[in-house]
């Protein structure tokens, strides 16, 4: 089965630096897209940042400039370099990735507190 497993997330203080890290089992998808949303209770989920299989790159609006995505095709791991935190950026951050006849895999989400 499919499984994607973040880490990384945690409590930094505004303008930190936080990286997080998501790892794929199951299925390889170096040909796929991979990313990350996040969603804050009562909100519906936000794009944060796309990486295709071809490497071309989508950011939210709201982290442009801040956040970085990267992956290793090898290890099917995309990363977040998450750089000048802002409290707002606060949310439960989930890994996503899609397959073939383009189904969307979720992670278990992982917490991402900025506050001083």
């Known amino acids: 089965q499919v499984q994607l497993v973040e880490s990384g997330g945690g409590l930094v203080q505004p303008g930190g630096s936080l990286r997080l890290s998501c790892t794929a089992s199951?299925?390889?998808?170096?040909?796929?897209?991979m990313g990350w949303y996040r969603q804050v209770p009562g909100k519906q989920r936000e794009l944060v940042a796309t990486?295709?299989?071809?490497?071309?790159?989508n950011y939210g609006d709201s982290v442009k400039g801040r956040f970085a995505v990267s992956r290793n095709k090898a290890m099917d791991t995309v990363y977040l370099q998450m750089n000048s935190l802002k409290p707002e950026d606060t949310a439960a951050y989930y890994c996503?990735?899609?397959?073939?006849?383009?189904?969307?895999?979720w992670g278990q989400g992982t917490q991402v507190t900025i506050s001083s």
């Open positions: 199951g299925r390889n998808f170096a040909a796929y897209a």
């Open positions: 990486i295709a299989g071809g490497g071309i790159t």
């Open positions: 996503w990735a899609v397959g073939p006849g383009h189904r969307d895999y």
